[in-house]
């Protein structure tokens, strides 16, 4: 169950958030605090780079639609993560650290396009901005521990 509605201005304010739920949090979902972030940070890791290629493949143009109506619409209800971006078990504390740095680096990233992941060369400002609404999807269903 989601417990909050979130919506980060920029990676600062989510690095924040994250700090401040580590130090304690109650859950309304089935991850942990972790897992969420290892989640979270797996295509940031993947994309901070120049894209190789100056346009989309046609199975990434599509993917780039997604992307679009994400930043747009807010992350879907009920989409369950593919496979390969499912949490490692044990991800912890060692999780949580690889996501803040992934999101300094996107905060750092200067390139007006990158390779995103799946999506491929995208401006940057759109994959950030998916990225921050993604990581707010998540991060709403933990609270501070009071």
């Known amino acids: 169950m989601k417990l909050r509605a979130l919506d980060f201005v920029d990676e600062e304010a989510c690095v924040a958030e994250v700090e401040r739920l ?10 942990s605090l972790g897992q969420a972030c290892w989640h979270l940070a797996y295509p940031v890791k993947r994309s901070l780079k120049e894209p190789g290629d100056k ?4 199975a990434q143009r599509n993917a780039q639609e ?5 930043i747009v619409e807010g992350w879907p209800a009920g989409l369950k993560a593919m496979e390969e971006m499912q949490p490692a078990a044990d991800a912890g504390e060692w999780a949580v650290d690889e996501f803040v740095e992934a999101m300094r680096g996107l905060s750092d990233f200067r390139g007006e396009k990158m390779d995103a992941f799946l999506f491929g060369p995208v401006l940057t400002w759109k994959y950030r901005r998916f990225v921050l609404v993604h990581a707010a999807h998540h991060l709403g269903f933990f609270e501070p521990a009071r």
């Open 22 to 31: 580590r130090k304690g949090w109650r859950n309304g979902g089935e991850w």
């Open 55 to 58: 346009e989309p493949t046609g």
């Open 66 to 70: 997604f992307l679009e109506r994400v």
